[in-house]
């Protein structure tokens, strides 16, 4: 009775277990791909609970869900001998898996082939651009021809590329510090060429300034030579016309501004009032 039991416990766990090993679930984004001895012998796309032959038969799952490929950045010779260190970005999607399973097997191993295809495809295309068309309205041309390579290319794995774009171009960092150095220099140059012409214009500005000052004033003291010159013919003139008109008076005048001019309060004389400088002292103009 006992023996008899235990035949029946452990062909209720074989049972059990050859269930178990029989069943398998596809989920809603995953399809899958029985094999049998390691050759494939169903594809399943459809979500649900599904069987399959114990111990004999295995199942692969795969994504159906558009993947991303991110490769590290990798340097690229443009057309005009230009290096740019080209960053990419890619999605894909898994859309044959029977032929993804043959020449990949796994995503990882379709990771790196995808890989060397988006690399290859970038290096080849870019090597018939120079880095001005890169930066010019031909980048969207530049891209198409990319990602068109890149489909023919990953077509043979059983994989759809929806997408590449490069995401930075940029100048190795020996180059970009050689540029920035040239950048610098030329810049140094600039700057001196501009203080020199400043310098240059400053100088004309100068001379012409003091030229026209130099004329200014030596007009101005022309013209004041001859105001002050026809001022003083003019005062002799009148000087002239009031002695004619009493020379009496006139040298009474003059004698009282000899006057002025020689004595002060303080002034203090001994002398003798002769002379024809004291002509007009104790006596009345008549």
Do not use: C, H
């Not at 649900?48 to 159906?64: A, C, R, T």
């Amino acid at each position: 009775m006992k023996k008899n039991m235990q035949f029946v416990l452990i062909g209720a766990l074989v049972l059990i277990i050859a269930l178990a090993q029989s069943v398998y679930i596809v989920q809603q984004p995953e399809q899958a791909i029985v094999l049998q001895f390691g050759n494939p012998v169903r594809l399943v796309q459809e979500p649900g609970l599904k069987f399959k032959i114990p111990f004999i038969q295995n199942v692969v799952f795969y994504d159906k869900r558009l993947l991303n490929l991110e490769p590290p950045a990798q340097e690229v010779v443009l057309k005009d001998k230009k290096r740019l260190d080209v960053d990419t970005f890619s999605r894909y999607r898994i859309v044959e898996p029977l032929t993804f399973y043959k020449t990949v097997r796994n995503e990882y191993q379709a990771q790196n082939r995808l890989q060397e295809i988006v690399n290859s495809s970038a290096r080849n295309v870019l090597a018939t651009f120079t880095l001005k068309e890169l930066l010019s309205e031909k980048r969207t041309e530049i891209m198409k021809k990319i990602s068109d390579a890149v489909k023919n290319d990953a077509a043979q794995l059983g994989v759809e590329v929806a997408d590449v774009r490069i995401r930075r171009a940029d100048l190795p960092i020996q180059v970009s510090q050689a540029i920035n150095d040239r950048m610098k220099t030329e810049r140094i140059r600039e700057a001196k060429g501009y203080r020199a012409d400043g310098e240059k214009t400053a100088q004309e500005i100068r001379a012409t300034a003091d030229k026209t000052a130099t004329i200014t004033i030596a007009t101005a003291e022309k013209e004041a030579q001859q105001i002050k010159g026809d001022g003083d013919k003019k005062a002799t003139e009148i000087w002239t016309n009031a002695t004619n008109a009493d020379p009496e008076f006139y040298a009474f005048y003059r004698s009282l501004e000899a006057y002025r001019n020689s004595f002060d309060e303080e002034t203090s004389m001994v002398l003798a009032p002769e002379g024809e400088f004291f002509n007009y002292f104790g006596r009345s103009l008549k």
